[in-house]
Each structure stands twice: as C-alpha cells, then as structure tokens.
C-alpha cells in the first residue's frame, strides 16, 4: 500500500475530526425553563412565549433549547419576576407593571394610562432612549429585559352596571392593573389585581365588581361577558400594553453571543407578530361577543377628563417622590408631546374621516 497515500488521507481527515469538539465548544447545548404568566388557554399571549422558544431553537440548530410553561406551573403567575431574579427559572414572559410594589417605574414598559401607543412605544424604546432607561432598572433586579409582545390599544373593561358618571365608579371593586390601579383609587373606586386565570371566578363569586383585561380575543376565551356584560372602551389606560422577555442577567451573560442574538431576534419578532395578531383576531370576537349580548359601551367624556386629571396628578406625586420614576418620566413625558402631535396631524386627521366615512358606508 501506498504510506504516502495513507498519510495524506490522515491529513486530510484531521480538520474534520477537530472541528466537531470546536464547534460544540462554541456553540453548546442550553436547557432554560421559560415561565409565561399567562395560562394555556390564552393562545396569543402564551402562545407568544412558545413561539419564542420555537425561533431560538431553529436559530440554534436547536442547540439552545427553551421549555416553556404556563401560569403557575413552577411559580405564581404574579411571581415570575420574582423567580427570575432568584434564578428559579431562567427566564419569564410576563408584564413589568404587575410588580409596581417593587419600583412604580416598571409601569413605563409595560403601559401607563393615556400613554405612547404600540407603535409610539416602540420607536421611544428603540430609538427615544427607552430601552438603556430600562436596562438600567432591571439591572437593579439581576434581569435583562427584551420588549416581547404588545396587545395594541386595550378595552376599557367588563361592568355589572354601566358607568355613566364619577358616582357610578365610587367604590367600585375593579380588578384593574398597573397605574391604571392608582388612578381609579384617586376617582374613588376600590381596584385590585387578580391573577388572569382567578379573574373569572373572582367576577363570578361577586369579589370583584369589574375587571379588564386586553381585549375581545382574550375576554372571550376568559367568558367575562357571561357573568358583566357591559364592555367599555377605550382602554385609557392602556393605549398599548408591552409584554417583557425578562432573563437571569448572569444565565444570560453566560450564553454564547450568537444565542443572545437568537433571543434578540426571536423577541423582536414576536414583539411585531403578537399585535397583528390581535389585529386580526380583535374584530371578529367583538363582534361574536355582541351577538352574544355583550353590550358595547364607550366612557363618557366626563369620565375621560377626570381620569386625565387624575393621572396628570398621581405621575406629578410619584415623580416627586421617587427618582427613578422622575428619571424615567423626563424622558418619556416629552417623547410623548412630540409624538402625540406628530400622530395629530397624520394619523389622527386620516382616522377620524377614513373611520367614520367607511362605518357610514
């Protein structure tokens, strides 16, 4: 036999043989376990947490694997920030405003009320300074967030009684989220937060008087129109609602670059796709929802104002009173002005002919 040939089949071989280890060594196989707080049956916003895994593996090569569970599964679904702080979990799917207790600028990037809308929010978290201001106060909590997720502009809720005057809201036991929480306290109603899968049974037993949630999709799968059925809009208080991917800050630092940039993408994504698909769904629930009786009602510009007046004071206090927040809102608040008169020209004019012109058919 031929040594020289032998030998220089070896030779070309060794590249082969040494790469497979290389390649495993930069690109290693990760199990994270992923928590959504929201419950299976809530196919956009726990579908949002899976579809995330999905993308990370198949930008891995499935090398950089995400289980995902639902509300409750491993913690509470109120808790998930909580467990990704500790390390619990890796990671969490979640909104920041559930956990104002902790630090009430969290509500930024979630929503406040009469605040940037989804597309608002995206260019102040993007390009207006948003997203350093929130990795500074996550750093703080041993996380880092990604934007994850928006349900575009919110219904205002499910009602027993109709709300016609500021008398109707006093003493009001409204499950009710965020801010929002706050400046229905200040117009005399009794908020509280409910986790999403105890909100039916809540409303049901008569422990709440009201609740909101997202929107049609959403509200009817969670059948809040069989027991409250006068539904309200607009969503004041949530013109949009961004939902965080938030991590172990050293279990994400520990992963190799490309699987960050995996999640990177994957969340971006998923921050475009979540509101087109409530673009799409929204419509056609509300109008089952009304076939089934709901009846659609709209807040009264009485009760407009006054939770405009009411928000205008509890951000003043907070930003008095807490740094952070103040930090946040000096950012925010002017983006919002540019924003909201830019959107008044453009938007705005074209909405309320193009809207009104198609309804009169």
Known sequence: MNRRLILGAAAASAPAVLAAPALAQSNPEVRWRFQSSFPRNLDVLYGTAERIAARVAALTENRFRISVFPAGEIVPALQVLDAVQAGTIEAGHTAAYWYIGKEPGLAFFTAIPFGLNTRQMTAWMRHGGGQQLADQ???????????????????????RNEIRTQQDVQGLKFRISGLAGQVFQRMGAAPTLVAPADIYPALERGTIDATEFVGPHDDERLGFFRVARFYYAPGFFEPSARLSFMANRRAMEALPAQYREALSIACAEADSEMVSRYDHLNPIALRRLVAAGAQLRFYSRDILQLAWRSNEALMAD??????????IWESYRPYRSELFQWFRVAENSFDNFAFAAAAAG
């Open 318 to 327: 907070l930003a008095g009173q807490n740094a952070r927040f103040r930090t």
């Open 137 to 159: 106060l996550f750093a703080d909590y041993n996380i880092a967030m990604l934007p994850a997720g928006d349900t575009g502009a919110q219904m205002g809720g499910w009602f």
